[in-house]
Nanobody, 126 residues
């Protein structure tokens, strides 16, 4: 079964840090653009960050720029999202995704990705 599996979510106080991981299973995602999205309670899924297959280009939502860092290890076929200076408004279910989006408009859209993980909950308390 082809899937992406997130881990690392949890409860943290405002100002704290969490590191999310995304592991591949069933196939290789080394050549895919990998992205992170999140879905706050009662809201639509939104773009957080993305990295091209070689890590040569990264994209961030304005709301997380300077606080979150996306990276990947193609040798292990994993992706990570380091989240620092967390705020209560970062509370959401976080999803990793893989695909071949072309152009920034597709990179930041859920429509640019074909494979999704099941999500991991991140809760930031004030």
């Amino acid at each position: 079964q082809v899937q992406l599996v997130e881990s690392g979510g949890g409860l943290v106080q405002a100002g704290g840090s969490l590191r999310l991981s995304c592991a591949a299973s069933g196939r290789s995602f080394r050549s895919y653009t990998k992205g992170w999205f999140r879905q706050p309670p009662g809201k639509e899924r939104e773009f957080v960050a993305a990295s091209t297959w070689d890590g040569g280009r990264t994209y961030y939502a304005d709301s997380v720029k300077g606080r979150f860092t996306i990276s990947r290890d193609n040798a292990k076929d994993t992706g990570t999202l380091q989240m620092n200076s967390l705020k209560p408004e970062d509370t959401a279910v976080y999803y990793c995704a893989a695909g071949f989006p072309v152009g920034r408009e597709r990179v930041v859209s859920t429509r640019g990705y074909d494979y999704w993980g099941q999500g991991t909950q991140v809760t930031v308390s004030s």
